[in-house]
């Protein structure tokens, strides 16, 4: 089974530890163990529960040792819209973006029935939202970038925008939001040629600083708990 064979050889790669029992050899056999299984496209969530579970949980809620991101709720076209990207390689084919080529490695196994069951999958869950800032110190001026830097594109709420192609960002965890705008800002993602979209990310991003990537990413998880960036004329 490919599927399987990828889970495994991932498993196996030299120096990519991503399960978080990956130094005991006796946990890692048994974790194969439980990959050994045909992925079935006709049973309910059969593709993410065999194959996207074990990185992203059952919940879609992801995993932080494995840096794989919290995708519950996503919409259905924007996953299908990237995992085109991870097949036609303008994402995830950066040599120094590993989780990329790891999630890229999965979606080449996968035909596009699986991927449209997966990402249908998804896209029913219940969106897990991206946590509070800890730090509220900077949310006023977080509130004022948003509005002019981010909103025409993913919207007043951070839901994205279809027409736009821009993602949904209020589901998404802290860390996995901080490595975007990174992978954007040195090009690890978005600045193949044919990424229209992506190159977008990397104009956004080309000209920002460490300290207001953190100061959106605290941001984002104010609005993904009902903050309002709109001047209030505009609500
Ligand atoms: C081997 C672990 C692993 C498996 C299995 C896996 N993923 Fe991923 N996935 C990742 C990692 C790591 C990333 C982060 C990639 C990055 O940082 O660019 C990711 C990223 C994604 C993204 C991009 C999220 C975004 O907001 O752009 C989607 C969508 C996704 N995975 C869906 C799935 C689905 C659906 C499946 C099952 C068909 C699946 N993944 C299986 C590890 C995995
Ligand atoms: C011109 C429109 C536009 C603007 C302005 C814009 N974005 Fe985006 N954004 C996009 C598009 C389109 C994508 C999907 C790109 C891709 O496919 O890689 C995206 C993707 C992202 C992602 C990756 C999401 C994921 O699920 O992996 C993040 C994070 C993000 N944008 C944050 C921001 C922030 C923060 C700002 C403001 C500083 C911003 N964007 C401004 C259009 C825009």
Redesign the pocket.
Known sequence: MKVQST?AA?LVAGGIC?LAACQDDLSEQARLDTLDVAVDASSPRG??EQ??A???GDKGQGNED????S?AG?PAWY?EE?FQKFKLGQ??AHQD?I??Q??RA?VMA?TDE?IKE??QT?SEMELVLTEKPEDEANLERGRYMFANNCMECHRYNGKGEVVFHS?QLIG?NRS?LR??LE?YHTGK?GSDPSDLYGQKMVDVTSRMTDEEIDILVDYIGALAHGDDPRPARER
């Open positions: 889970i991932l991503f593709a993410y194959v996207c074990n990185c992203h494995l840096k794989s991101p995708i996503l996953i990237q994402r995830g973006d989780e990329g790891q999630m999965i996968l699986q997966a990402a998804v993602a998404l996995y490595r975007q992978n993602r």
